[in-house]
Nanobody, 113 residues
Framework: QVRLVESGGGSVQAGGSMRLSCVVF????????MSWYRQAPGKDREFVSR???????TYADSVKGRFTISRDNAKNTLYLQMNSLKPEDTAMYYC???????WGQGTQVTVSS
C-alpha cells in the first residue's frame, strides 16, 4: 500500500518558477519509478516526466529544458522544478507511483500571462 501527497502548486506569472513536491508514504517497492502527469480543463491527462530507479529521466517535449524531475530518498519525496512557466502549463499536476499504478490527489498550477 502506498499513498502520495502533492504540494507546492499555486499561481504564478508567465516566466516564473515553481517547485512541486510529492511525499510518498508506504511501500518501498511502489516508489522505485515515479512520474508526474498533468490535466488541463477539458483535456486528457498527459505525461510530463518520469524518474526511474536507475536515475534515468524522461520528459515530454513540451517541458523539455524547462522542467526537472528529482527525488530526495531521505525525505521520501519526489520533486518537479518548473522554470520558464507558460500559460499552457496551467493544469492539475499529479504524481504517480508507476509500479503500483497509484496516483496522488493532485495540486493545481495556474500560470497567468
Amino acid at each position: 500500500q502506498v499513498r502520495l501527497v502533492e504540494s507546492g502548486g499555486g499561481s504564478v506569472q508567465a516566466g516564473g518558477s515553481m517547485r512541486l513536491s510529492c511525499v510518498v508514504f508506504g511501500s518501498a517497492y511502489c516508489d522505485l519509478d515515479m512520474s508526474w502527469y498533468r490535466q488541463a480543463p477539458g483535456k486528457d491527462r498527459e505525461f510530463v516526466s518520469r524518474l526511474y530507479v536507475t536515475g534515468r529521466t524522461t520528459y515530454a517535449d513540451s517541458v523539455k529544458g524547462r522542467f526537472t524531475i528529482s527525488r530526495d530518498n531521505a525525505k521520501n519525496t519526489l520533486y518537479l522544478q518548473m522554470n520558464s512557466l507558460k500559460p499552457e502549463d496551467t493544469a492539475m499536476y499529479y504524481c504517480k507511483a508507476d509500479r503500483c499504478r497509484t496516483w496522488g490527489q493532485g495540486t493545481q498550477v495556474t500560470v497567468s500571462s
